[in-house]
């Protein structure tokens, strides 16, 4: 018996001192009840909407104020045209607009665009608009059109979300291990003798992998369209380029996994669980991201993912050109950029 109680005597004592296992009884479990509490929400906040007033009649302004005064509803601006309009609806600069045409004074009806690249959130704003004009104002004169995907799809949500989410984990898990294998495998120096730059080893280590990573998004492109019945309204060079572009970004996240681990199964896990969760909770994959906590909503931006499906959603269903994806571009080509030069000063500092 006195044996048994020192065991666990030691045995407590070896928890208490070591840090990892009191951060994953501690930590852990109030990250992730957050985590979850807050990011498993379908309700819709933050609508943003707007409001192209042709008939400036009383009515209207009242209809108008009505939404605007809603908590639910997050008032952008009134337009004067419709190309600016149709311009902020690509930028995804709002979700809804409401028409109010020249003979509104007549005929009393009410003209609703709703973006429907994501049916879910689409359809649960076309529920808190009736019921406003339905319930509250008592109008019942009113034509509701989705954008983008008229028939409401659900494939339109989880297409550009499952592209986002296997390139990443394909592309990061196999350079993650490219490193990390000349280490295990001891042929390190072999490779560190070589007369060339470690920038070069680090390209020369990512261009197969390049190369590979495409027949991979080919694959996911073909099943979408052929198999899935997904329709690309965009141009399919863009598309490409787009895709690439997210391709280099995430080998390059894997290369950095690659220079901070020791081993391939630490790379393999850290690619495969730290940012799977991620991806799905905190891109905008399956829950609106709008909805969220600010704070959480801050760290939604630092997923790719997230600007990965915004822009991958644009070009499909939207058919833009390059100016309405500057910001996606910008964002995922300063993050390629970062990880890159994060994993070749890595990789300096373990030749040194």
């Known amino acids: ?10 045995e407590s004592l070896h928890i208490i001192r070591d840090k990892r296992t009191m951060l994953i009884v501690f930590f852990m479990p109030i990250v992730q009840i957050l985590l979850f509490g807050f990011a498993l929400s379908m309700e819709v906040n933050h609508i943003k909407f707007s409001i192209l007033n042709l008939s400036k009649d009383n009515t209207s302004k009242q209809i108008s104020q009505t939404l605007i005064n809603n ?3 997050e008032f952008i601006q009134t337009y004067h045209d419709i190309k600016q309009m149709q311009d902020d609806f690509k930028n995804s600069k709002i ?13 009393q009806i009410i003209q609703i665009l709703i973006d429907a690249s994501d049916p ?17 104002l008592d109008v019942q004169n009113f034509n509701i059109r ?16 499952l592209m986002g989410m296997i390139l990443m984990l394909i592309c990061a898990m196999m350079t993650s291990i490219s490193i990390v ?25 990512m261009l197969p992998y390049f190369f590979i990573s495409n027949i991979s998004l080919f694959i996911i492109l073909l099943l979408s369209v052929f198999v899935l019945n997904i329709h690309i309204q965009g141009n399919l ?21 690659s220079c901070i681990t020791k081993t391939q199964a630490s790379a393999m896990l850290i690619c ?81």
């Open 95 to 107: 979700d809804m607009t409401l028409i109010f045409d020249h003979n509104f004074a007549k005929n």
């Open 71 to 73: 908590p639910y509803f």
């Open 120 to 136: 879910n959130r689409a359809s649960i704003i076309n529920a808190y608009i009736e019921n406003i004009l339905l319930e509250q």
């Open 181 to 205: 294998r000349e280490k295990e495998n001891q042929t390190m120096q072999m490779l560190l003798s070589a007369p060339i730059k470690p920038f070069i080893i680090i390209f020369a280590k």
């Open 272 to 352: 495969g669980m730290v940012f799977l969760i991620p991806i799905i909770l905190l891109s905008g994959m399956i829950f609106p991201t709008e909805s969220m906590p600010k704070i959480l909503e801050f760290f939604t931006h630092l997923i790719p993912a997230k600007w990965f499906i915004i822009g991958i959603k644009k070009i499909m269903f939207m058919d833009v050109s390059l100016s309405f994806l500057l910001k996606e571009l910008i964002i995922l080509l300063s993050m390629s950029f970062i990880f890159l030069f994060a994993s070749i000063k890595k990789f300096k500092d373990r030749i040194e």
């Open 1 to 10: 018996m006195n044996i048994f109680l020192a065991i666990v005597k030691k």
């Open 237 to 257: 060079f863009i598309l490409l380029c787009f895709c690439m572009l997210y391709i280099f970004l995430a080998l390059s996240i894997g290369l950095f996994v």
């Open 146 to 161: 989705f954008l983008y995907n008229p028939s409401s799809k659900s494939q339109y949500v989880f297409i550009p979300g």
